[in-house]
């Protein structure tokens, strides 16, 4: 393994690691700034999870190791995944495990984690949430390899790194239907996995509107911190690969030097502080949808999802 790379992969996970509270916190800002408020600036996510580790870890009576692993098993599979996914250079060291598949069953496979322990604490908004939770996921997670598959076809491959790679190859194909289609449908499915409005309000503690946060009501402390930043990390990779597959320029490729990893840590910065400042200026102007409107959202992206794959199959065989 090239040395570089290995660095590069090492940028990736330290970078995603101390950035991801700043992006959420760039967010806030952004929000605050278009509604006519000061805010808090970006370094309050960073100060928050200063005060939580400070403070005393409590379990709730009656849960059992699954409420108490959980947080452990969200911030281990995002880290995989942003070990694995092509950010900073193409060739990463987990490069042959970042296959779409797995990264997706990583995903489901924090979500869930999250909501057994939403059920185990027995209380009746943990399950609640869980229930909203696994709803979401059941519609998000299938959009996401279906609009990925979108952009597989044409590299000839479900490897992250290999499609971005054949991306920045052929800049033409962005401006395909297929890529159109499958970037609304992966935008939506981002906002539902992370929740943000209009799927869901981090913002609010309403009962009635509550999804993510009524998992994570019970924690505190350390391990709400962890459950913080594990989200925090999951929208910045997320963002990351979303900025990648469709405007991979900047990335380093499968032989860097030293410049070509500083080119791509600042390019995919620059970019996922554009995309977090954007979808930010646009929770302004959005609602959060009634709960039985939002499955009704989420099947609307898998629509457009098979919609890019259609539409990739139809130019990929009349191109050939």
């Given at each position: 393994m090239n040395a570089v790379l290995l660095l590069a992969g090492f940028v990736q996970v330290v970078g995603v690691i101390i950035g991801a509270p700043l992006v959420i916190g760039l967010m806030r800002q952004v929000r605050a700034r278009a509604e006519g408020r000061v805010g808090a600036g970006i370094g309050q996510p960073w100060r928050d999870i200063r005060k939580l580790l400070g403070k005393q870890n409590l379990k709730p009576r009656g849960t059992t190791w699954v409420f108490a692993a959980a947080p452990a098993v969200?911030?281990?599979?995002?880290?995989?995944?942003?070990?694995?996914?092509?950010?900073?250079?193409?060739?990463?060291?987990?490069?042959?495990?970042?296959?779409?598949?797995?990264?997706?069953?990583?995903?489901?496979?924090?979500?869930v984690a999250l909501t057994l322990a939403g059920i185990d604490t027995a209380t009746a908004f943990g399950g609640m949430g869980a229930s909203?939770?696994?709803?979401?996921?059941?519609?998000?997670?299938?959009?996401?390899?279906?609009?990925?598959?979108?952009?597989?076809?044409?590299?000839?491959?479900?490897?992250?790194?290999?499609?971005?790679?054949?991306?920045s190859q052929h800049p033409g194909q962005v401006v395909s239907l297929a890529s159109a289609?499958?970037?609304?449908?992966?935008?939506?499915?981002?906002?539902?996995?992370?929740?943000?409005?209009?799927?869901?309000?981090?913002?609010?503690?309403?009962?009635?509107?509550?999804?993510?946060?009524?998992?994570?009501?019970?924690?505190?402390?350390?391990?709400?911190?962890?459950?913080e930043w594990a989200g925090g990390m999951r929208l910045t990779v997320l963002l990351a690969l979303l900025a990648n597959?469709?405007?991979?320029?900047?990335?380093?490729?499968?032989?860097?030097g030293l410049l070509d990893v500083v080119i791509g840590t600042t390019a995919i910065g620059l970019k996922v502080a554009l995309l977090a400042a954007a979808m930010a200026t646009a929770e302004v102007f959005l609602a959060k949808l009634?709960?039985?409107?939002?499955?009704?959202?989420?099947?609307g992206s898998f629509?457009?999802?098979?919609?890019?794959?259609?539409?990739?199959?139809?130019?990929?065989?009349?191109?050939?």
């Amino acid at each position: 393994m090239n040395a570089v790379l290995l660095l590069a992969g090492f940028v990736q996970v330290v970078g995603v690691i101390i950035g991801a509270p700043l992006v959420i916190g760039l967010m806030r800002q952004v929000r605050a700034r278009a509604e006519g408020r000061v805010g808090a600036g970006i370094g309050q996510p960073w100060r928050d999870i200063r005060k939580l580790l400070g403070k005393q870890n409590l379990k709730p009576r009656g849960t059992t190791w699954v409420f108490a692993a959980a947080p452990a098993v969200l911030a281990a599979t995002t880290l995989v995944i942003v070990a694995a996914a092509p950010l900073v250079a193409t060739g990463s060291p987990l490069d042959p495990v970042a296959d779409l598949i797995t990264v997706v069953g990583l995903l489901f496979l924090g979500t869930v984690a999250l909501t057994l322990a939403g059920i185990d604490t027995a209380t009746a908004f943990g399950g609640m949430g869980a229930s909203r939770e696994i709803t979401i996921a059941a519609l998000v997670e299938p959009t996401i390899l279906v609009a990925v598959f979108a952009l597989s076809i044409p590299a000839n491959s479900a490897n992250l790194g290999a499609i971005v790679s054949t991306t920045s190859q052929h800049p033409g194909q962005v401006v395909s239907l297929a890529s159109a289609l499958a970037f609304v449908a992966l935008v939506i499915v981002i906002v539902a996995e992370t929740g943000r409005l209009p799927v869901d309000n981090p913002s609010t503690h309403l009962e009635l509107t509550m999804v993510h946060e009524a998992m994570v009501l019970e924690y505190a402390g350390p391990k709400l911190a962890l459950v913080e930043w594990a989200g925090g990390m999951r929208l910045t990779v997320l963002l990351a690969l979303l900025a990648n597959l469709f405007a991979p320029w900047g990335i380093a490729g499968t032989d860097p030097g030293l410049l070509d990893v500083v080119i791509g840590t600042t390019a995919i910065g620059l970019k996922v502080a554009l995309l977090a400042a954007a979808m930010a200026t646009a929770e302004v102007f959005l609602a959060k949808l009634r709960l039985f409107r939002v499955p009704e959202l989420l099947a609307g992206s898998f629509v457009l999802a098979l919609l890019a794959v259609t539409a990739a199959n139809f130019f990929t065989g009349a191109g050939a």
